[in-house]
């Protein structure tokens, strides 16, 4: 991480990882905006919280920008789950989370892979830049989505899923 030596990189983990205590904070949260704003919400956050690198290629942005990703993350991931639990039948509950983990995972390796060579080829701000990029073009998505729900989508039933 920019030449940083590996017990700041460490620290930076840790204390994104502390931040995974705001997920406590996700019913209180959710009952106060709703769901598809706290998801909406979160994705433009994201998508701000890469703005610290493209303007500065220093440690403490990308720092930031990290602990702020993993902040958002906690109170949006059980969001999300709840939310895509409702919108599909019960029976097909284990076959929706294991493709959000599947596209969680096939993320971190597109990223585990190509970002690397992003960065060597072009640079952090190219890359946060990119991410804040797809970030936004997910929530134009999710918004357009969310409006159509609100006019009442029917459920996913186990016909439609298979046909």
């Known amino acids: ?3 940083t030596p590996t017990a700041l990189i460490g620290l930076l983990l840790a204390a994104g ?3 995974a205590l705001l997920s406590l904070l996700a019913p209180s949260v959710m009952a106060r905006f709703g769901k598809e704003r ?3 919400g ?3 956050g994201m998508a701000l919280v890469f703005l ?3 303007f500065m290629a220093h440690w403490l942005s990308v720092g ?3 602990i702020g990703m993993v902040g958002l993350v906690a109170i949006s991931g059980p969001v999300y789950q709840l939310y895509s639990m409702e919108v599909v039948q019960p029976q097909w509950h284990t076959l929706i989370a294991s493709a959000g983990s599947m596209a969680v995972g096939v993320s971190i390796a597109v990223i585990a892979l190509g970002g690397g060579n992003v960065i060597v080829g072009y640079g952090y701000p190219t890359l946060f830049a990119l991410g804040a990029l797809l970030v936004l073009v997910a929530a134009l998505i999710f918004g357009a989505y969310f409006r159509k729900s609100r006019r009442q989508l029917p459920l996913v039933t ?3 899923g298979l046909g």
Do not use: T
């Open 17 to 19: 990882q502390l931040l």
């Open 52 to 54: 610290p690198v493209l």
């Open 42 to 44: 979160a994705m433009l």
């Open 158 to 160: 186990a016909e439609a």
């Open 1 to 3: 991480m920019l030449a």
């Open 38 to 40: 706290i998801i909406i």
């Open 64 to 66: 930031v920008s990290f």
